[in-house]
């Protein structure tokens, strides 16, 4: 005699399905997301150096090396300005310095938008293909789990030999 216990205990949990997707998932996130953000601080050092560099390098013309104090030109612009760097050669290299910084911040804007395009790649479609997966075998199962529909019952008189009406 089976006990309510012990019927209970062969049944599977309702939505025992759904927690090991959502679980599946999350964890396939976590290695997803670290080598995300581990490219990402990758290539930002990398434009962080390049940046430096950039900013500490004076772009000279040999028009503007025949100028008057043009060997203060160095480090950054306002420390150039008051060591006595000309004024054009500053100029000059401000408008430099402008296109690397933006040069960086498109930079930037990219490896973000490479991110999130490589978390929909790598995280987001394969646990939707894990779930359009799941919901097939599931409609499968469910279709194989119940019987075929029952026909109606055949008349009890013979085909065609109805009573007319009096």
Same mark, same amino acid.
């Given at each position: 005699m089976a006990t309510k216990a012990t019927g209970t205990a062969t049944r599977k949990p309702r939505g025992r399905w759904?927690? *090991?997707?959502?679980?599946?998932? $999350?964890?396939?996130? @976590?290695? %997803?997301a670290a080598l995300g953000v581990k490219e990402m601080v990758s290539e930002m050092l990398y434009d962080s150096a390049d $940046?430096? @560099?950039? $900013?500490?390098?004076? @772009?000279?013309?040999?028009?503007?090396r025949t100028l008057?104090?043009?060997?203060?030109?160095?480090?950054? $612009?306002?420390?150039?300005?008051?060591?006595?760097?000309p004024a054009a050669v500053v100029d000059a290299n401000l408008k430099l310095r402008d296109e690397a910084v933006a040069e960086v911040h498109t930079r930037r804007e990219a490896q %973000?938008?490479?991110?999130?395009?490589?978390a929909v790649l790598y995280w987001v479609t394969p646990c939707i293909f894990i779930l359009a997966v799941g919901i097939v075998l599931a409609l499968i199962?469910?279709?194989l789990? *119940?019987?075929?529909?029952k026909l109606p019952a055949t008349p009890a008189g013979p085909v065609g030999t109805a009573e007319r009406p009096r």
């Open positions: 759904w927690r *090991r997707w959502m679980i599946t998932c $999350l964890i396939w996130a @976590v290695p %997803v $940046l430096k @560099v950039t $900013l500490d390098r004076w @772009v000279l013309t040999d028009a503007q008057p104090g043009f060997t203060h030109c160095a480090g950054t $612009l306002d420390a150039a300005r008051a060591a006595g760097c %973000v938008a490479g991110f999130f395009e490589a199962r469910r279709a789990r *119940r019987p075929p529909p």
